[in-house]
């Protein structure tokens, strides 16, 4: 019986797995006078089953950009694993660009501002061709956000403003607002990054949350929400505070407080939880 039991586990270990494909495309934008980058993971057996799939829009931070998921948070590693073991449902996954790291010379950001309507690029002309492009979404039902920091705050922020288009929103160490402590530093030159520093505070989630008619919140509480930020992180208190006015306002959500700092180690790690939570919010 020891025989056949390792002889098994033998076996298991030279299948080789069932990995997904990521594919690298691009976007010419009316709204931006530019042509956007983003990267697609299309999950194993796509082009022959011809079936629709349900989308995550998953989305970088400041200073990062379309590559970030897959380059430093593997995310086709930990997506195949997922979906392999059946805690993930096949899938496609979206990583649209919204930014670089020459954070003054170079538009960053997920809100309109003053030279750069991402919002408006977002809703009205990627997320309808990519996702006929890509037989994936078309629903709210097939269809989720989340991303980190910068994108987190995003993913957020497209939640509570779209609650129709989205079934779940999964948000790592959001950035929320920027009025005080470390966010709100003194800035000297009206650059790229004080725009997108200024679309934070217009866009802030919670001055949302606090201002919403109980319309706006019945509509919110048909997403699923998470938010998942490390107990070091200089972001932790903004969720917090984010988590506990939903609760104030009878929004469900869940929290986890991890231990871990703003970096990649803790968003890899959020993504194993990510796209399982994904998964058991979609719905046809």
């Not at 006929?132 to 989340?146: E, F, H, T, V």
């Not at 505070?201 to 699923?224: K, N, Y």
Request: glycine share 8%; proline share 4%; hydrophobic share 40%.
């Amino acid at each position: 019986m020891k025989k056949i039991a390792l002889a098994s586990l033998l076996l298991l270990a030279v299948l080789p797995l069932k990995a997904g494909k990521i594919v690298t495309d691009s976007l010419y934008s009316s709204i931006l006078s530019e042509t956007v980058k983003y990267n697609v993971y299309l999950p194993d057996g796509f082009a022959d089953s011809g079936k629709t799939y349900p989308v995550v829009y998953l989305l970088h931070g400041l200073s990062g950009d379309y590559t970030d998921w897959v380059k430093r948070g593997s995310m086709k590693l930990v997506a195949d694993e997922l979906i392999g073991t059946g805690e993930a449902v096949p899938m496609v996954i979206i990583m649209p660009n919204a930014g670089g790291p020459d954070v003054h010379n170079t538009w960053n950001g997920y809100f309109n501002m003053p030279g750069w309507n991402y919002e408006d690029f977002f809703f009205r002309e990627l997320l309808p061709s990519a996702e006929k492009k890509y037989r994936c979404g078309g629903s709210k039902g097939l269809r989720a956000i989340m991303g980190l920091s910068m994108g987190g705050g995003g993913s957020v922020v497209y939640s509570q403003r779209h609650p129709n288009l989205f079934s779940s929103c999964y948000a790592m160490s959001a950035w929320l607002d920027n009025k005080e402590g470390e966010l709100r530093r003194k800035v000297d030159t009206v650059d790229k990054l004080y725009y997108v520093r200024e679309s934070v505070i217009e866009h802030s989630a919670l001055d949302f949350l606090r201002d919403a008619s109980e319309e706006t919140l019945e509509e919110m509480r048909s997403v699923a929400w998470f938010i998942d930020c490390g107990d070091d992180d200089f972001l932790v208190k903004l969720n917090m505070d984010f988590h506990l006015l939903m609760k104030e306002k009878k929004v469900h959500s869940e929290l986890r407080i991890r231990n871990g700092v703003h970096n990649w180690e803790y968003w890899h790690l959020a993504l194993r939880l990510a796209l399982p939570f994904a998964s058991r919010n979609y719905s046809r």
